[in-house]
């Protein structure tokens, strides 16, 4: 093969890698025990052993909402990203004083960066929603986390804070039209935009199909659990496009707020989401072993398939799946979690992200393609192509 054949090759191969479109990565998120006695008295849910049994899950990324120091030992030089999370409580105090988020970093990152792969700090969760209202200091505390990272040399660990999907969007049908909710658009939403942009950071939603189902009963529950049927479609009656399930009709209305607000490049996390296999009254007759598995299944395929959103080809970023242990409390709802007490599967879903499994493979078949030019090259004379 003559060099300028070879070059030609080469970069066009290269082209295709770079051009293969990156698939999210699924993670899980996790609460310690709480602290009764019986769960104090699990020796199961050392660190160590929750972090072996999320490895052998095949999760690439874990959040942690509390930021327990040990749980994030646990994970030093293991392939799991972290997404560390900040309680409400400590946001006021992170906002006003530097030095407040200066300590915070240096208790829970300095001593595990980068031998535990920290991708990411959220600053509250559902901020809306807490009590008191911590809405107004949620962005100076970015700010000052950010700032103090920097500072100290850190510039790739990026700072946002996670929002509820039903407190931040007007409308899921259609899509279209959703925007966010004012006041909380203008004076919360649209500035810390604009820092997530500036900062190269990403906006991040709790969304819950399973709490839209239950809010409207129109919606086929085949629709939801991302069921291939026939009739299981909306049309959004503004731009026509059709969606097959209900996931990504609340995904793409959060991307049309973003950008009506004129930030329709910030990335999108999925910082929650999940179907109860357990309810807390005999109303709740959806939240089943069943369909959680159903929607666990639907869910982790879809992400898999790289077909994204109609708004958003690439989709969303990153996906947490709530949550990993039964037993723990969640805005009145039981047994969100994909495994027992007793840390034995409930279900049977591969976690395991496809995305870097393809690029590995695509890689391996360019290797081996030249590989097979370079040999015949050799054997008829032609030395090797430079």
Not at 150 to 171: C, M
Not at 246 to 265: K, Q, R, Y
Request: include cysteine; glycine fraction near 6%; charge should be negative.
């Amino acid at each position: 093969m003559s060099p300028p054949s070879f070059l030609f090759l080469f970069l066009f191969l290269l082209s295709l890698l770079h051009g293969c479109t990156s698939l999210p990565s699924i993670g899980v998120t996790y609460f310690p025990p709480s602290t009764t006695p019986a769960a104090a008295a699990s020796s199961s849910r050392l660190p160590a052993h929750v972090a072996e049994t999320i490895d052998s899950l095949r999760f690439s990324y874990v959040r942690l909402p509390d930021s327990d120091p040990a749980l994030i030992r646990a994970f030093a030089y293991t392939n799991i990203s972290l997404l560390l999370g900040i309680p409400e409580p400590m946001v006021p105090a992170l906002a006003s004083n530097r030095s407040a988020a200066l300590r915070w970093i240096y208790r829970h990152v300095l001593p595990f960066y980068p031998r535990s792969k920290i991708s990411l700090i959220s600053v509250g969760n559902d901020i809306f929603n807490s009590s008191p209202d911590v809405s107004p200091f949620v962005l100076p505390a970015i700010r000052n986390l950010r700032f103090a990272l920097v500072d100290l040399g850190i510039k790739k660990i990026p700072v946002s804070t996670t929002f509820s999907f039903f407190n931040i969007i007007t409308t899921a049908f259609p899509p279209s039209a959703a925007q966010f909710q004012q006041p909380a658009g203008d004076l919360i939403l649209n500035p810390l935009l604009q820092f997530l942009e500036n900062t190269n950071s990403s906006f991040l939603v709790n969304l819950y199909p399973y709490n839209m189902y239950k809010l409207n009963c129109e919606i086929p529950i085949g629709f939801a659990l991302f069921q291939d049927h026939p009739w299981n479609f909306r049309d959004d009656i503004i731009t026509g496009v059709r969606y097959r399930n209900l996931f990504d009709m609340m995904v793409d209305a959060v991307i049309s707020a973003l950008a009506v607000s004129g930030h329709e490049n910030v990335p999108l996390i999925v910082a929650e989401t999940g179907w109860p296999s357990a309810g807390i009254d005999t109303g709740e007759v959806d939240a089943t072993d069943f369909y959680a598995e159903m929607y666990l299944k639907g869910l982790v395929h879809h992400l898999k398939s790289g077909l994204g959103t109609p708004l958003r080809k690439e989709g969303v970023s990153e996906l947490y799946i709530y949550e990993l242990f039964d037993g723990d409390l969640k805005g009145g709802s039981k047994n969100w979690g994909i495994l027992f007490q007793n840390m034995t599967q409930k279900y049977k879903v591969d976690y395991s992200g496809a995305g870097d499994a393809e690029k590995k493979n695509f890689v391996a078949l360019v290797v081996f393609f030249l590989v097979v030019i370079l040999g015949r090259d050799l054997l008829s004379g032609g030395g090797i192509p430079l």
